[in-house]
């Protein structure tokens, strides 16, 4: 009888890896949504990129915010994808990732500011970066996203 | 030191420009972070060892810029700008810029 391990070994890794990949992300990433749903629905700051304040409005305070993510694909989306690249279009895990992960530092951004008693966040930025390189320079889609702002605390009352 | 990333700060005139502030850091990831890293791209999600060493080299890049803009005699930094960028496999460049000022409260002088 021949030697099958290596055959095994060699098919087996990838697909048992895709398959963790497909049942832990998506317990992961509705767990995410879910927690991103809870926290967009509550009272915060009013962010807006406006870079400079309404006439009307008179500020106390202000300083910088900041909000950081580092988030990373599952290895089911990032085969999916890598095979879409093969026939081109939309790749659309790849998207809702990077949304997930803006709204994510957006969200971080709002709960500094909130912290702090901001009234607004001004001048709302995001920086976007694809970090992680395997030794084949080979991008794995991971992505640091950064929101940031002007924090401003509002005069009470005046205007 | 007051930090924006208007080009206006509400309430504050601005009497004196000093010029361009900028810093940057380099970092590379360690081995054990790697390994998490690894894992994390398995099963997808955040990366919170990442998020935390980049949140501690962007802020030593911000605090440099601080320095320089005190070195200058300011007393804020405006129109503050971030950047990130992977420079080599493992490591990533975090660059902070901005116009350092001196600020007075409006209404004074």
């Known amino acids: ?159 | 030191m007051l930090l924006s990333n208007m080009e206006q700060v509400p309430g504050q005139r601005i009497v004196q420009h000093l010029g361009l502030v900028s810093a940057n850091t380099i970092r590379a990831k360690h081995v054990g972070r790697d390994i998490m890293a690894g894992l994390k791209n398995i099963v997808g999600g955040e990366i919170k060892s990442y998020t935390q060493l980049l949140t501690e080299a962007r802020n030593q890049a911000i605090e440099r810029m601080v320095e320089e803009g005190e070195r200058l005699g300011a007393n804020a930094i405006i129109n503050v700008r971030l950047s990130t960028s992977a420079v080599m496999a493992g490591a990533a460049e975090l660059f902070a810029y901005g116009t350092a000022v001196v600020l007075e409260p409006e209404g004074q002088g």
């Not at chain 1, 915010?65 to 081109?88: H, P």
């Not at chain 1, 008693?117 to 390189?133: H, K, Q, S, Y």
């Open chain 1, 1 to 159: 009888m021949p030697n099958y391990w290596p055959l095994i070994f060699q098919i087996g890794l990838p697909v048992f890896l895709i398959g963790l990949g497909f049942l832990a992300g998506r317990v992961n990433e509705g767990r995410h949504r879910r927690s991103l749903l809870r926290r967009e629905a509550m009272t915060g700051p009013v962010m807006t990129n406006l870079r400079s304040l309404p006439e009307a409005a008179r500020a106390v305070e202000s300083w910088l915010c900041l909000g950081t993510v580092v988030i990373a694909s599952d290895y089911f989306k990032t085969f999916g994808a890598s095979l879409k690249t093969l026939v081109g279009g939309r790749l659309r895990t790849l998207e809702t990732l990077l949304d997930r992960g803006r709204r994510e530092a957006l969200l971080r951004l709002r709960e500094d500011a909130r912290e702090r008693e901001a009234d607004m966040v001004m001048n709302v930025r995001f920086e976007t970066a694809i970090i992680l390189r395997s030794k084949h320079n080979r991008p794995y889609p991971a992505a640091e996203v950064v929101a940031y702002g002007t924090a401003v605390k509002l005069a009470k009352g005046a205007a």
